[in-house]
Each structure stands twice: as structure tokens, then as C-alpha cells.
């Protein structure tokens, strides 16, 4: 083995590491690995910025904004109130979910088809008592499916098909997955129609209070004439961590006063505070407060006047992951208070301050209903809500015409995909679906940049030597000369990557290899690339594996079993189908 090719071994190791274990964001772990290839002159300075420029990224970029535009122009909204119209059955709402959400998951990002679908499938499973848990990881696969079907269903399909011209071979066409992909769809329907109802835990929804904990810790406290406070400031930031609780609202008459920096209280305020019992105990003893009789906590209290109790998700590329929730509360407008986190079944109500946010968490905040909007409108949250709100008929109108429009002008080969959907984007801002700042912010920068610094290092496994010679190892370990079994093998070993890291890290690790074992073996790299393709987009069997899978985690309260449970079944099935079909669709 070359020096190089030693190097960027170590390299790419490092990197699947660091993306493995989740300490640190993969857009950061992908730069750092770009720079050590760059400045130890595998890569020359051209080389290494290349993907900055590379057409599958600009392309990424766009569709992120096109997706926005149909998203807050509603008219994906008008799509999912069919769930609501026609759910009234478990089957019957599982079979709209699947052929609603999967198709339009073809042609914009899974993530935002997820975030569009998901409040609406919580409606329809309330309206019918029907259990979310029975509805919510049929969505996630359903648009992994969808995703499979166009080239432009997934960032990781523009990526493989950026590898496949790097390595000289023919661009990826916007249907050239479609057939294997549709197969695939119907696959995946028929088992989360028919075995998938029987794998699935049928957990019912539970109100948002009882489901982070906080009957027990919430209490509502008068100041009376003879009160110590009584009179006086009350700083928050001095009786909060002395105490350990915290002071969500405090009431005077009819005015409310949503968690206060610091308030002069008076006779006859209400405190509503949350913390532990014993906390609630002392801070009501130390301060000569009255607790009010009968006081129940119940959602419907919180939820009147102008205050509501919301949930909010962090979404993958949210700008709040990584932040400890004392940082986030000055992100986020200055009356929304996070009263508790849940993650992966577990709430967190104590100590919420130093807590690190992360991807997939939801959040219970409490916030003026007039900031709604706002909240709304910001792409670093997905509120949870179980009303759709009606939106403007012309600009849903518009949106769909545009974005149709790029999918029809890139499937026709008119324009390519990357000019068509920055055409697209004028569009939608001279008709007004999007500001320029909207615009600017739907981007996922993140993933903009993880793309950007992964593509080279694909081209610096294939310079060094390092793919071709971890495939002349591969083949020697498995003395095998069966495209058949190379390809299974192939499949396989993305496949299971892919469950404990990025689906973009695993396609740009593999890729290359399974274009340069192709070759070796002198067959079609092609099929090798399309298994890299399916495997890496369709991760069933862990939550972490994939961000829609992420999404739905804590909305459908499941646990990692679930996954695994559901999931190891629906990945063997995928596995076959492919090995089988995928020579057949496309030759050796």
C-alpha cells in the first residue's frame, strides 16, 4: 500500500468513526477529512473545491427550496387533507398515507414530505382513535420508497450519479431507477399492508402533559398579603437554580406574563411554576406562597387566553442541534418557554438548561398564540400541530405549476436538472410563493456542505489507489468470481452501513468501490451502482439510520425495538428483490 493511499485509508476510517458515533455535526467531520486530503496534496485545491460546484450539489440546494415552496404555500396541505377526509380506518389511512406521501416524496425532499404528512396523520389518527404508532413508521418508509424512484427522490441519488461521471461513466437519468424503484414500492406497500399492522406496537396517543411527565410537576402558587415575595422583584435567574424550578407564567387579573426575567409581584399573583415536588415544596415554603386548591394542570388550562402548548421536532440541519436549552430559549422568540424534551422515550423535565439538543428530539413549548406564526415559519422547528391551517389556493396553485414544470423539463432532457431548478426558484420569487429570504432559508446548508466536502473524497479514493486496492483484497478474501455474489455482497455491506451512519457518507464510501470491483471483475459497474443507490436510501431497521425515521420516532412514542422488529424483515425483503431484479433491469 502507497503512502497516499495509506493516508486517505486512515482518512475515510476517521471520518466513518466520528459519522458512526454522532459527536460532532458530519458536515464538520467531512471538511476536516477534506482538508487533511487537501493540504497532505492527494487533492490539489481545484480537486478538493470541486464539489462546491458539482451539479449534484447545486441541484440538492434547489430542491430544498422548491420544496419549501410547496410546503408554505400549502400546496402539499391539500394533498394530506385527503387523510383527513378518508382515513377512518386504520387500513384505509395506511393505504392513503402510503400512496400519498411515497409518491410526492419522489420528486422533493423526504424530509419535508414527512413534515407536511405527519401532523395530518396525528388529526386523522385522533379524529378515528386510532393509534399513531400504527401509522407513523409506515409514513417514514413510504417516503424512503418514493424516494427510490427518481433520481432527484434523494440528495444520495444525485450523489451516486455525481460518482458515476466522476468515474467516467453516463450521468443518471431523472427515471433511471424507476423501475426497480416502483417494484420496489409495491414490495414495501404489500408488507406494511399485510405484515408490518402485526409488528407494529399499538401504543395509544396520550395528552401532551401525561406524555412528558408534567402533571406531577406543575403547581399553581398564590402571593398573599403576608408573603415574604409579596411587594418585591422576583428574578427568575436568582430563584430558578436555587430552587430547581422554574417559573413558567405568572398571572395578574387578566394579564399574563409568560415566563418573566424579573416581575415586581403584588398581592393576589398567580405563579404558575414547574419542577420537582420537593422543589415546588421548599420554594413554596421559602417564599410564603399559598398553593391554590383543586389547581389540576390539565392541557385545556394552558391552552386558554393567548398561551397554547405546542410540540415542536428538531429537524435534521436544524440550526438548534447542538445547542443546550438554555442557549436555544435566546434563539427562539422571547416568550416561547420549553417546558420538557422527549427523546427516544424518555422525557427530560429537570435541569432542562444544560441539556444538548439534538436531531430527533421533541420539544413541549409553551408560547403566545400570536408567535405562532413565526414558529411556523421557521425551518429549524416542526411544529406538531393537530389542525391543518388553510392556505392561500393561487400561490398552492403556482407552486405545484413550477415545480411540475422543473420535473417534466429535467425528465425530458430540455435543461439540465441544476438550470431548471434554479429557473424554478426565479419562479417561485417573482410570483411570490417565497421571499428572498425564505429562499435563502430553506436551504440546509449543512447537507449542502457535507455534499460538498464528500464528493472529493470519493475522487481521492480512486486517485490513490485505495479502492481498487481494497477490492483486490475483497476478492481475494471471498475468492469469488460471481457478479451475482459480489453484487449481493455489495448490497449488503451498504445496506448495513448505512443503519449507523449517513446514507451520503455510505454511498461515497462505497461507490467507488463498487465501480472499481466491477471493473475488476470486467462487468457493467452499473448494476454495482444502483445497488449502492437502493441499499444506501432505504434504511428500515434502526431510527438512526435515516432522518424521516428520526422524525417519527418520538410522535409515535416508539422505542429502538420497534424499529428492528419492523424493520430487519422490510430490509431482507428489499435485499432479495434487488439482487434478483437489478441484473435483470440492468445487465453485467
Known amino acids: 500500500m502507497g503512502l497516499d493511499a495509506f493516508i486517505v485509508l486512515v482518512v475515510l476510517v476517521a471520518a466513518m468513526v466520528g459519522f458512526i458515533q454522532d459527536r460532532y455535526p458530519p458536515e464538520g467531520i467531512a471538511i476536516a477529512a477534506l482538508l487533511v486530503l487537501t493540504l497532505s496534496g492527494i487533492l490539489d485545491p481545484r480537486e478538493a473545491l470541486s464539489g462546491f460546484s458539482n451539479e449534484a450539489t ?62 395530518l396523520i396525528l388529526e386523522a389518527a385522533e379524529r378515528n382513535r386510532i393509534s399513531p404508532s400504527k401509522l407513523l413508521i409506515p409514513l417514514s418508509y413510504a417516503t424512503q420508497f418514493g424516494g427510490t424512484c427518481t433520481l432527484i427522490g434523494t440528495s444520495t441519488n444525485l450523489l451516486v450519479s455525481s460518482i458515476a461521471v466522476s468515474s467516467g461513466m453516463t450521468a443518471l437519468g431523472m427515471f433511471t431507477s424507476t423501475p426497480l424503484g416502483v417494484i420496489l414500492f409495491g414490495v414495501g406497500l404489500v408488507y406494511l399492508l399485510t405484515i408490518a399492522p402485526y409488528l407494529l406496537p399499538g401504543r395509544r396517543s396520550a395528552e401532551l402533559m401525561t406524555q412528558y411527565g408534567l402533571n406531577d410537576y406543575l403547581a399553581e402558587l398564590r402571593v398573599d398579603l403576608g408573603s415574604k415575595i409579596a411587594g418585591k422583584p422576583l428574578r427568575a435567574s436568582d430563584v430558578e437554580p436555587r430552587f430547581g424550578v422554574r417559573i413558567v407564567e405568572v398571572l395578574r387579573g387578566e394579564q399574563k406574563l409568560l415566563a418573566p426575567a424579573e416581575v415586581l409581584l403584588q398581592p393576589d399573583d398567580l405563579l404558575l411554576v414547574q419542577g420537582p415536588a420537593q422543589s415546588l415544596f421548599a420554594f413554596r415554603e421559602s417564599l ?76 413541549l413549548l409553551l408560547v403566545r398564540r400570536d408567535e405562532l406564526p413565526d414558529l411556523r415559519r421557521d425551518g429549524d422547528l416542526i411544529l406538531v400541530e393537530r389542525s391543518p391551517r388553510p ?170 425495538s420497534d424499529f428492528l422488529r419492523v424493520g430487519i424483515p422490510l430490509n431482507l425483503l428489499f435485499f432479495i428483490v434487488s439482487v434478483l431484479l437489478i441484473p435483470r433491469i440492468w445487465p453485467f
Not at 419549501?68 to 394530506?80: P, V, Y
Open 58 to 119: 447545486v441541484t440538492v440546494a434547489c430542491m430544498f427550496v422548491l420544496s419549501a415552496g410547496l410546503m408554505r404555500s400549502g400546496a402539499l396541505g391539500r394533498i394530506g387533507r385527503f387523510l383527513l377526509r378518508f382515513g377512518t380506518t386504520r387500513l384505509r389511512l395506511s393505504v392513503l398515507t402510503t400512496l400519498t406521501a411515497g409518491p410526492v416524496s419522489a420528486f422533493i425532499n423526504n424530509t419535508a414530505a414527512v413534515a407536511v404528512f405527519l401532523p
Open 391 to 560: 392556505a392561500a389556493m393561487r400561490q398552492g396553485r403556482a407552486a405545484l405549476a413550477i415545480a411540475l414544470g422543473v420535473i417534466g423539463s429535467a425528465a425530458f432532457d430540455l435543461v439540465p436538472i441544476a438550470v431548471g431548478a434554479l429557473a424554478g426558484i426565479l419562479l417561485m420569487v417573482m410570483t411570490r410563493v417565497l421571499t428572498l429570504e425564505e429562499t435563502y432559508a430553506a436551504i440546509h446548508w449543512r447537507v449542502v456542505a457535507m455534499l460538498a466536502a464528500m464528493i472529493p473524497l470519493g475522487l481521492a479514493m480512486d486517485k490513490s489507489g485505495l479502492a481498487n486496492l481494497l477490492v483486490s483484497q475483497l476478492l481475494s478474501l471471498t475468492s469469488t468470481d460471481s457478479p451475482w455474489m459480489a453484487l449481493a455482497l455489495v448490497y449488503l455491506a451498504t445496506a448495513l452501513l448505512t443503519e449507523f451512519m449517513s446514507n451520503n457518507g455510505t454511498a461515497v464510501l462505497l461507490a467507488p468501490i463498487a465501480i472499481s470491483l466491477a471493473r475488476a471483475m470486467e462487468v457493467d459497474p452499473m448494476p454495482f451502482l444502483m445497488a449502492v443507490m437502493f441499499a444506501a436510501s432505504t434504511s428500515f431497521s434502526t431510527p438512526v439510520g435515516y432522518q424521516t425515521n428520526l422524525m417519527v420516532y418520538n410522535a409515535g412514542g416508539y422505542r429502538f
Open 288 to 363: 410564603g406562597l399559598t398553593m391554590t386548591p383543586h389547581y389540576q394542570p390539565k392541557l385545556e388550562l394552558l391552552e386558554s387566553g393567548e398561551i397554547e402548548v405546542v410540540e415542536a421536532l428538531i429537524p435534521p440541519d436544524s440550526r438548534f442541534a447542538g445547542d443546550t436549552i438554555a442557549r436555544l430559549r435566546m434563539l427562539l422568540h422571547q416568550n416561547a418557554l420549553v417546558l420538557a424534551l422527549h427523546r427516544r422515550g424518555t422525557s427530560i423535565r429537570e435541569q432542562l438548561g444544560s441539556v444538548t439538543v439534538a436531531v430527533g428530539d421533541a420539544l
